[in-house]
Nanobody, 124 residues
Framework: QVQLVESGGGLVQAGGSLRLSCAAS????????VGWFRQAPGKERDFVAT????????IYADSVKGRFTISRDNAKDTVYLQMNSLKAEDTAVYYC?????????????????WGQGTQVTVSS
């Protein structure tokens, strides 16, 4: 069982930056693929970014490519999502998810463990 806690959300103006963190409750987080997803009101939960357990493989949604960066510090059992050049359409609740395994995963069904989410609001 892995518990995930997101932090770092908030209110920011368009063009600004935020860094989200996803902290895991157990020391074996190293063996987990991690993904970030987001859900806007009335919409489905969408893929944002994913990173392999080693950090050497990443995939981004087209909508955030070049603006967001996913990274991890396995020594701290934490995955980050650096979000730059934020737009109003980035407003959503952001969730991190984790799954034991190799490679990267881009679908919600690929993940077993989920955090509670953190709100990101971008004002235009």
């Amino acid at each position: 069982q892995v518990q995930l806690v997101e932090s770092g959300g908030g209110l920011v103006q368009a063009g600004g930056s935020l860094r989200l963190s996803c902290a895991a409750s157990r020391r074996t987080f190293t063996h987990y693929v991690v993904g970030w997803f987001r859900q806007a009101p009335g919409k489905e939960r969408d893929f944002v970014a994913t990173i392999s357990w080693s950090g050497d493989s990443t995939i981004y949604a087209d909508s955030v490519k070049g603006r967001f960066t996913i990274s991890r510090d396995n020594a701290k059992d934490t995955v980050y999502l650096q979000m730059n050049s934020l737009k109003a359409e980035d407003t959503a609740v952001y969730y991190c998810a984790a799954q034991v395994g190799v490679g990267v995963r881009t679908t919600t069904a690929s993940y077993t463990y989920w955090g509670q989410g953190t709100q990101v609001t971008v004002s235009s």
